[in-house]
């Protein structure tokens, strides 16, 4: 035999059919991941492919605009530009980072912090970088298109909001989605501009519109070189408001300087027909983007810009609540309708003097004389005789101690307080001597101006409480009803109309001729005669000042409620404000007020007068979401009860 074949190693056969077998299953595999690659994620791949050449920019759909209720814009949209960086291709971003953030004047490490933020997002989805685009940045872009291929121009439409603070808290500002809201909300995509406070807020859906796309052709160094098809964005709906504008200027106007909160309501139906807080902010500053030190600042400022005290000032009421007191007394029947005191300037009570504003005292007075000339001693007396429990009943059933409803986001409930509310929150028992104090609208009671609105419109169409909303709507506004005999509300009415129109009453400076204007004024303590004695006096401790007016006196068609802290008077502070609001309504009936002319351009141009005296129209603003406090004003809310005897201030 050959030695060639002496020295042949051959393989078992065991080992060649496991060689076999792992050869056969190695193709298999092969095959098998062909498969997958072809034919079971070939839409994927075939996606990811196609995002190689075809890029998508978004077209962002155009906020709803918001109109008077005769049609008239207050707060509609204007173009502008957004510039967008493209994130495609990582080592071309990261080569031409230094040269993009000089470009748009903007630095490095702003530009890299905002790419560590889009992380998580998808390589193929751009990023605003820079939200309000200058004409130099267009410029840059344009010029630079063929070296920097990486930067995009967004058309966007900005908020449009009246200058100079004018309803602001009404209408609310945008801002961009929070997380937080992206969780509640599969609709939000990062980077959505959404509502963020007031109307802009609490109606997004209906104002938000639907976003676009835009499909282009791109080669390999990310160039433009066709285009396919576009789907255009749907604009959101507009909302048409109960507001009338003539009246929202002339409340906005008398609020100019001051710090406070006025309220139009018709009580028929529940619409808000103005609706003004100052001090105010800027919602424009928000239509872009606010500053870290914008943004602190209004947040720290003592003036409280943020505060919607229409709906979130929760203050002592003062004499206004006199009124409820005299509708609980008439009802109840606890005591005669010719229920008669003598009022010497003060009054005793469970061993405690307590003070009549009018040092001097009222003499004999009935029901009627006690509205006009707003007696303290008689409601000392209604009170002692109602009890705490008895006025928390009517209290609450007439709106107070809870939220009206009205259809924007923040409002508080004020507070009425009873023996179980004490006991709940305090541990303790009600004492017969805070009883007296709650009785003329002072100690652990709280009320909005909204809430006080309400209240009088309620009381003065005989129970029936219509809940207060902007949004016109041809639907009636849901509605609370807790009659009220048509004995009481003449007696109510016929007093308020005499607190305007007889001499010696309280708002007789403010009558109006030939117009049956009727109303309640009120002063409210914010610290007790003792604490203020202590503290001195001090500006920020002055009395507020309260007034609730309706006309006509029969079938009432407009309810203004006025409050000005630190006004110190109703009758000098808060009374004239509500007196030009009725006069401008019925001037406006009449024909002698004609109806100013708002168009889409005329939106920014509130007029001069306003702005120039707007304490606050160079002030910037804030985000609703983070910013619109839901607490009470921490100088004026009284919660607590009064541990030392109260002495009633001016009516």
């Not at 630095?107 to 605003?128: C, E, G, M, N, S």
């Not at 602190?296 to 203050?315: C, F, G, K, V």
């Not at 006096?537 to 609730?548: C, E, G, R, T, Y």
């Amino acid at each position: 035999m050959s030695p060639w074949f002496q020295n042949d190693n051959r393989l078992p056969q065991t080992r060649l059919t496991v060689i076999s077998y792992t050869i056969v299953g190695l193709m298999a595999l092969l095959l098998l991941g062909f498969w997958k690659l072809q034919i079971i994620n070939s839409d994927r791949y075939a996606q990811l492919a196609e995002r190689n050449r075809i890029r998508s920019i978004p077209i962002i759909a155009p906020r709803g605009a918001m109109l008077d209720r005769y049609g008239r814009v207050i707060v509609d949209n204007y173009p502008s530009f957004s510039v967008l960086l493209l994130r495609d291709d990582p080592v071309q971003l990261d080569h031409m980072l230094p040269q993009i953030a000089d470009g748009l004047n903007l630095t490095l490490d702003d530009v890299q912090q905002q790419l560590d933020a889009a992380k998580t997002l998808p390589h193929f989805q751009p990023i605003v970088i820079k939200p309000e685009a200058t004409p130099g940045d267009i410029a840059f872009i344009e010029s630079h298109r063929a070296d920097i291929p990486l930067l995009e121009m967004l058309m966007v439409h900005r908020r449009r909001y009246p200058r100079g603070g004018f309803m602001a808290h009404v209408s609310g500002y945008v801002g961009e989605v929070s997380a937080d809201q992206i969780e509640e909300n599969s609709r939000y995509r990062p980077g959505d501009i959404v509502g963020k406070a007031g109307l802009e807020r609490q109606y997004n859906e209906q104002l938000m519109g639907v976003d676009g796309m835009r499909r282009s052709i791109v080669n390999s160094v990310g160039r433009e070189v066709g285009r396919l098809e576009q789907t255009d964005a749907v604009p959101g709906k507009p909302i048409r408001l109960t507001i009338d504008y003539d009246l929202q200027l002339v409340a906005e106007e008398s609020l100019v300087g001051k710090k406070g909160a006025v309220v139009a309501l018709d009580p028929k139906t529940g619409d808000v027909l103005a609706m003004a807080s100052q001090p105010s902010y800027d919602p424009n500053d928000f239509a872009v983007r606010i500053s870290k030190d914008e943004w602190q600042s209004l947040n720290e400022d003592p003036e409280r810009p943020l505060l919607d005290r229409a709906i979130q000032a929760q203050l002592a009421p003062g004499s206004i609540f006199k009124i409820l007191m005299a509708t609980a007394m008439l009802e109840s029947k606890a005591i005669p309708a010719d229920y008669h005191v003598f009022c010497p300037g003060s009054a005793e009570f469970y061993g405690r003097v307590f003070h009549d504003w009018k040092k001097e005292g009222h003499g004999t007075v009935d029901l009627h004389d006690a509205i006009v000339h707003s007696c303290d001693v008689f409601f000392y007396n209604v009170g002692k005789q109602l009890g705490i429990d008895k006025i928390s009943f009517y209290g609450a059933n007439l709106g107070l101690g809870r939220k009206t409803g009205i259809d924007l986001p923040g409002e508080e409930p004020g507070l009425m307080p009873s023996e179980a509310w004490k006991e709940r929150i305090y541990h303790q028992k009600w004492y017969p001597g805070e009883t007296i104090s709650v009785a003329i609208g002072q100690g652990a009671i709280a009320a909005t101006p909204v809430q006080l609105g309400y209240m009088i419109g309620g009381i003065i169409m005989g129970g029936r409480f219509h809940q207060p909303h902007l949004l016109l709507s041809d639907q009636a506004a849901p509605e609370v009803d807790f009659p009220i005999s048509d004995s009481t509300v003449d007696t109510v009415t016929q007093g308020m109309y005499g607190v305007v129109n007889e001499p010696g009453g309280t708002a007789f400076a403010s009558k109006l001729s030939g117009i049956e204007f009727a109303g309640k004024t009120g002063s409210a303590q914010v610290i007790s005669n003792q604490g203020l004695a202590r503290a001195g006096k001090q500006a920020d401790l002055k009395d507020n000042a309260w007034f609730v007016g309706f006309a006509p006196r029969q079938n009432a068609e407009i309810v203004v409620a006025v409050l000005v802290q630190g006004g110190e008077h109703g009758a000098s502070a808060a009374a004239p404000i509500a007196r030009d609001i009725v006069k401008a309504y019925y001037d406006k009936k009449q024909g002698k007020l004609p109806p100013q002319e708002l168009t889409t351009q005329a939106v920014p141009g509130i007029p001069p007068a306003f702005a120039a005296q707007s304490a606050r129209a160079s002030k910037p603003n804030a985000d609703a979401e983070e910013g619109v406090p839901t607490k009470p004003d921490p100088v004026a809310a009284t919660t607590t009860p009064v541990a030392t005897a109260p002495v009633s201030v001016n009516p």
